[in-house]
C-alpha cells in the first residue's frame, strides 16, 4: 500500500466556517507534510510532523492549525479563513531521515467565499 | 535562503522528440533530489538521487545529479502525450524532512 488518502476532495467554506481537512497514511512512515499549491504554482511546504511532533511550521498563519493525532493521521483544521487561502492542499508523507522519498495524496481542492 | 530553479518553465515539443529538463538548486545541506510528474492532482514520484554522475533510469525517462555543479537533468526520450505533465524538481536539504520544489516544467508533447 503506498497510499495517502485525503478527505474530502472538494471543500467550500465560507469565512467564517470552521473545517478540517484529514490525511491518512498505512505505510508506516514517519514524516507527514501539508503543501498548499497555487494554479500553476510548485507545492509550497507548510509544516512537516516528525515522529508525531511538529517540526517545522514554514511561518504559516494561525488559521491554519496541524495536528497529529498519531503516526498514521494527520489533520489541518481551517478557521476564519480569507479568499486567497483558496488553493490545493495536499498531504504527503515519507520514512522520514534524509533520502527518502516523499509520497503525495490527492489534495483538497478548497475554495473559500 | 534555499532556492530550486527549474528551466524551461514551459515547453511544447511532438511526440517522438528528446526533451531535457534542468533543475539547479542552492540548499543548505543538501540531501537528495527528487523528480516529480503532476497531471491533474498529486505529484508522481519519479527518481530519487543523491550521488553524482549516477544514472537513474525507467523506461524512456533518466535523470542524473551533479553536485559539484548543483544541477541535475531529467531527460525523456520518445515523447508521448503521455508524457504532458509539469515536472517538479524538489530538493531535501537542511535537517532532512523537508522537500522544496522548484517551479516546474510545463511539457506539452503533441501528436
Known amino acids: 500500500d503506498t497510499e495517502v488518502t485525503q478527505t474530502p476532495k472538494h471543500l467550500v467554506m465560507g469565512m467564517t466556517n470552521k473545517k478540517s481537512l484529514k490525511c491518512e497514511q498505512h505505510m508506516g512512515h514517519r514524516a507527514m507534510y501539508w503543501y498548499k499549491q497555487k494554479a500553476k504554482k510548485p507545492p509550497e511546504l507548510m509544516f512537516v510532523?516528525?515522529?508525531?511532533?511538529?517540526?517545522i511550521n514554514e511561518s504559516v498563519p494561525s488559521r491554519f492549525s496541524p495536528e497529529c493525532p498519531n503516526s498514521s493521521l494527520l489533520n489541518l483544521h481551517l478557521h476564519a479563513l480569507q479568499p486567497e487561502d483558496s488553493a490545493l492542499y495536499l498531504c504527503?508523507?515519507?520514512?522520514?531521515?534524509?533520502?527518502?522519498?516523499?509520497?503525495f495524496g490527492q489534495g483538497t481542492r478548497l475554495t473559500v467565499v | 535562503e534555499d532556492k530550486v530553479v527549474q528551466s524551461p518553465l514551459s515547453l511544447v515539443v511532438h511526440e517522438g522528440d528528446t526533451v531535457t529538463l534542468n533543475c539547479s538548486y542552492e540548499?543548505?545541506?543538501?540531501?537528495?533530489l527528487l523528480w516529480y510528474k503532476q497531471e491533474k492532482k498529486a505529484p508522481t514520484f519519479l527518481f530519487m538521487l543523491?550521488?553524482?554522475?549516477i544514472e537513474k533510469k525507467s523506461g524512456r525517462l533518466s535523470s542524473i545529479l551533479d553536485k559539484k555543479e548543483l544541477f541535475s537533468i531529467l531527460n525523456i526520450t520518445a515523447t508521448q502525450t503521455g508524457d504532458s505533465a509539469v515536472y517538479l524538481c524538489?530538493?531535501?536539504?537542511?535537517?532532512?524532512?523537508?522537500?522544496?520544489f522548484g517551479t516546474g516544467t510545463s511539457l506539452t508533447v503533441i501528436p
Open positions: 543523491t550521488s553524482s554522475g
Open positions: 504527503a508523507s515519507s520514512q522520514g531521515g534524509a533520502g527518502t522519498e516523499a509520497f
Open positions: 524538489a530538493v531535501e536539504g537542511n535537517t532532512g524532512n523537508q522537500f522544496y
Open positions: 510532523y516528525s515522529y508525531e511532533k511538529l517540526s
Open positions: 540548499v543548505t545541506n543538501f540531501r537528495s
